[in-house]
């Protein structure tokens, strides 16, 4: 995993620092059209809020439609920064070093934008305030003897949600402590004194850097188990509920977690290649690592197919009436079976065709595709699980009904993948969205070993 | 007498270490130099001292806060608003070990946070001698030494290979 030609500690800054530095010329054009899609969202968002959720296509029994949706697929995005810093990290794989950067701020991104669907959902968003404050600074609505009820899982959720967007925010910024001291010896002025600040000071002695590579373990360490909750808790938002019978199996857990590695995962390559055509970054994210990704993904992918093979055979299995009616609408009847062949086509078939071959892999046009097509697959899974189900909650037919999101919705939805993809340009602006010294490590410790009449890069690797 | 700090850039690490060794022959305490990078070298590539430090109680400690305010949460909120459904204790435990298990590990990692900041001596509110150039690859070797002993130093770092010596008083020499 030593393809590309050796670089030295003044080329890796200024090639890398080339977004913050050097900002490209259509960035704030780009900047200025992400926004106004985010701000015609967000006007749509506040015209459903006066007007009331007859603007959407909510209705009973699909009380849960695009935005729990959209909910749920940014939580899985999220994934992929633990899956890709922690267990690579871990493991000391030596390709994760121009990934794991870009992954972790694409989590908190990710979890960010997730948290503002619920919060849409709910129709009247500021009262939600009282979920967790009755008078300013004072938790919990106790004034009037009511205190959350910890025994649903939608209380489980923001719990774990939090949790894991506060030990991501954490994770990621003592990551761009030694980062930030690069910033502040390459700044002058106002920049100069917030990367100073960032930097609390950092000179690079022994004991920082020793304490900063346990520290990338042992939040690995701690983290990973934070990362398999979320997801675990997020599926029990349908697992526990007992009256949506589709909803209702054991399997949910793993199937989200793998289900959102999957995402995740190919939402970071999908990022990794833009970042390479946009900032030019050939020598750091090379066709190797988007290939080891690729490989990764396969091994995810199947994984997932597995657990999805498995939900529904369960399903199947029990020859419930109701759970039956589900299945019924999933795979026969028109539109829900084309979004099913569709989803699978694209979530594993397509993608994984295409993974197996190596120049397919290594063809970056092709590996953004196949990104794009897991994402769209897996957007689609969460919508399939979700409206059918609801959909034939009911036990008698004429409580059956369907959902048809309205124009509010789209345009919300699509204002959530403007926001993430705004944000994480903004702070390509502020922070390098590839680790310096995760880079200039790598460059120490690479050498050459010559077998028999072939020389191979190779690299040192500490115990 | 007062100590005055000196620095030695160095442009590869055998340099830097055979610095280290030069100073540990002069009698200078390991205590007394440190070695600046801008990247994590394996450790001991310079000869450097062994840091001592206990991050790892940080967490540990944590994680019992995180616990303890877990249980609590739970447990008194439960007593709290006790709602029975269908003849079930109050205090049932499987829902409260969700709640409880992302209290400790959020706090276990708040405190990792902390312990990282805190061992590694951050925030230095005072930074001391210092050069921009070893975040360009070169490498720092940061000699704290008695005043009068600065000439010295600036010559036997010199002599290792320093492509260029600082001191605060504004000496420098290539």
């Known amino acids: ?463 | 007498m007062a100590k005055a700090p000196i620095l030695g850039l160095f442009e590869t690490a055998d340099h830097a270490a055979d610095a280290g060794d030069a100073l540990k022959a002069a009698g200078v305490s390991q205590a007394d130099y440190d070695f600046l990078t801008d990247t994590p070298y394996p450790e001991g590539a310079f000869g450097e001292r062994e840091e001592p430090h206990r991050i790892y109680i940080f967490p540990f400690v944590g994680a019992l806060i995180g616990l303890t305010v877990g249980i609590m949460l739970t447990s008194m909120t439960q007593l709290a608003y006790p709602l029975t459904q269908g003849g079930k204790p109050i205090l049932s435990l499987p829902p409260m070990a969700v709640v409880t298990y992302e209290s400790t590990m959020l706090t276990a990692i708040v405190f990792t946070i902390i312990g990282i900041i805190f061992e590694s001596r951050l925030p230095a509110f005072k930074q001391g001698l210092y050069d921009t150039r070893i975040t360009e690859g070169y490498i720092g070797v940061l000699v704290n030494v008695d005043e009068d002993q600065l000439g010295s130093t600036q010559a036997l770092l010199t002599q290792a290979g320093a492509i260029d010596v600082v001191r605060n008083d504004g000496g420098s020499a290539a």
Request: aromatic residues 14%.
């Open chain 1, 1 to 463: 995993m030593q393809e590309g030609k050796p670089l030295d500690s003044r080329q890796v800054n200024r090639e890398l620092l080339v977004s913050i530095l050097n900002s490209p010329k259509w960035f704030f054009g780009a900047i200025a059209v992400l926004g106004f899609i985010v701000l015609v969202a967000m006007s749509s968002a506040g015209f459903m809020i006066n007007q009331g959720f007859g603007v959407t296509g909510l209705n009973r029994p699909v009380m849960w439609g695009f935005f729990i949706t959209n909910f749920v697929f940014w939580i899985g995005i999220s994934h992929a920064g633990v899956m890709l810093s922690a267990i690579l990290r871990l493991s000391k794989a030596e390709w994760r070093r121009p990934a794991t950067r870009a992954a972790e701020i694409l989590t908190v991104f990710s979890l960010m934008t997730a948290m503002t669907m619920p919060l849409i959902h709910t129709g009247r968003p500021w009262r939600t305030v009282y979920w967790i404050y009755t008078l300013p600074f004072v938790p919990y609505d106790y004034a009037r003897g009511i205190w959350p009820n910890i025994r649903t899982p939608l209380v489980w959720d923001p719990s774990a949600v939090y949790t894991y967007l506060t030990s991501s925010i954490l994770f990621v910024l003592v990551a761009l402590i030694p980062d930030f001291a690069v910033l502040r010896d390459r700044t002058t002025g106002m920049s100069h004194r917030i990367y100073g600040m960032l930097a609390m000071g950092w000179q690079g002695n022994a004991r920082q850097w020793k304490l900063q590579i346990i520290a990338g373990v042992l939040l690995s360490a701690l983290i990973l188990p934070v990362f398999v909750s979320v997801h675990s808790i997020v599926s029990w938002d349908f697992g526990m509920a007992v009256s949506v019978k589709s909803w209702h199996s054991t399997i949910f857990a793993p199937y989200f977690v793998v289900g959102a590695v999957h995402s995740g995962v190919s939402a970071v390559a999908f990022v990794l290649i833009i970042l390479r055509y946009i900032y030019g970054w050939q020598n750091y994210i090379r066709h190797e690592h988007i290939d080891a990704l690729a490989r990764l993904l396969i091994v995810v992918a199947t994984g997932w197919f597995y657990f999805f093979v498995m939900e529904v055979v369960f399903g199947f299995y029990g020859r419930e009436a109701d759970e039956i009616a589900v299945r019924n609408l999933q795979f026969t009847i028109s539109p829900w079976n084309i979004w099913m062949m569709i989803f699978v086509g694209m979530t594993y078939f397509l993608p994984v065709s295409i993974w197996l071959s190596k120049s397919l892999r290594r063809n970056l046009w092709v590996m953004s595709l196949a990104c794009i097509f897991v994402n769209i697959g897996m957007w689609l899974e969460r919508f399939l699980i979700i409206v059918p189900g609801l959909a034939r909650k009911q036990l008698l037919t004429f409580d059956w009904y369907t959902y048809r999101p309205s124009s509010v919705e789209w345009i919300i939805i699509i204002g959530t993948f403007a926001l993430v993809s705004m944000l994480m340009l903004t702070i390509a602006r502020v922070v390098p969205l590839i680790p310096l010294y995760d880079i200039k490590e790598g460059e120490i410790l690479r050498t050459e070993i010559k077998i028999g009449r072939v020389t191979v890069p190779a690299v040192f690797r500490e115990d």
